[in-house]
């Protein structure tokens, strides 16, 4: 089967670094995506690695590592607005997203 | 600019009651899907379509349908609500193809169904 973990909730300080995991077992992969969703919205697109390696972009990074089925989502300068939940998704080699059950990060000042 | 958008925003319906969802999008994707998403949950796929070709996900309830009638326009009907089907209904699109790279699924901001 196919699968996605992440941790359900993580808390961190206003200005600190945290780091969300993800690991999947998947059929296939053609990548992997983290998204920001806050409450009663919809997802936003923040990152995506296909190859091993760390993506960054502004306070927010992404590490892939194919070999391990690992990913991870780094943001730094924590700001009280990135309080959401963090979804990883994995796209398979059917092209179909399989989604984990996302990380609540609470930010405390 | 709005690229996915879902209409209504929130819908109350009646138990039993049919009712239809809309989504539309001026991204010309090829791809849409339909997802259901409860509180703290992942996002469900329920259906999505390669241009007109219609993909039922095998645990799809068949109290929900869909139509794609052209690109730009998708709608999710569910003949007879019932309260387990309250949820958030989120709309995307992607421009994937087998020959694209990689494509990131753009959602529409959803619409938050309520059963009563």
């Known amino acids: 089967g196919q699968n996605i973990d992440q941790p359900t909730e993580m808390t961190a300080t206003e200005g600190a670094i945290v780091q969300i995991n993800c690991t999947y077992q998947t059929s296939g992969f053609n990548g992997l995506f983290w998204y920001q969703q806050h409450a009663g919205e919809a997802p936003t697109f923040l990152s995506y690695?296909?190859l091993d390696g760390l993506e960054e972009k502004g306070r927010f990074s992404s590490f892939l590592s194919r070999s391990k089925g690992y990913s991870y989502l780094l943001l730094k300068e924590l700001q009280m607005k990135d309080s959401a939940s963090y979804l990883c998704?994995?796209?398979?080699?059917?092209?179909?997203?399989?989604w984990g059950a996302g990380t609540k990060l609470i930010i405390k000042p | 600019d709005a690229m996915v958008i879902q209409n209504p925003r929130y819908q109350v319906t009646q138990f039993g009651k049919p009712v239809t969802l809309s989504c539309s999008q001026t991204l010309n994707h090829n791809v849409m899907y339909w997802y259901q998403q409860k509180s703290s949950q992942a996002p469900k796929l329920l259906f999505h379509?390669?241009?007109?070709?219609?993909?039922n996900e095998a645990d799809t309830p068949d109290n929900f349908q869909s139509r794609r009638p052209n690109t730009s326009f998708c709608f999710l009907d569910i003949r007879s609500p019932g309260l387990g089907d309250a949820a958030m209904y989120l709309c995307?699109?992607?421009?994937?193809?087998?020959?694209?790279?990689?494509?990131?699924?753009?959602f529409g901001q959803g619409t938050r169904l309520t059963v009563v």
């Open positions: 379509y390669y241009d007109k070709d219609f993909n």
């Open positions: 690695n296909v």
């Open positions: 998704a994995v796209m398979d080699s059917n092209y179909q997203l399989i």
């Open positions: 995307a699109t992607s421009g994937g193809t087998a020959d694209v790279e990689h494509t990131e699924a753009f």
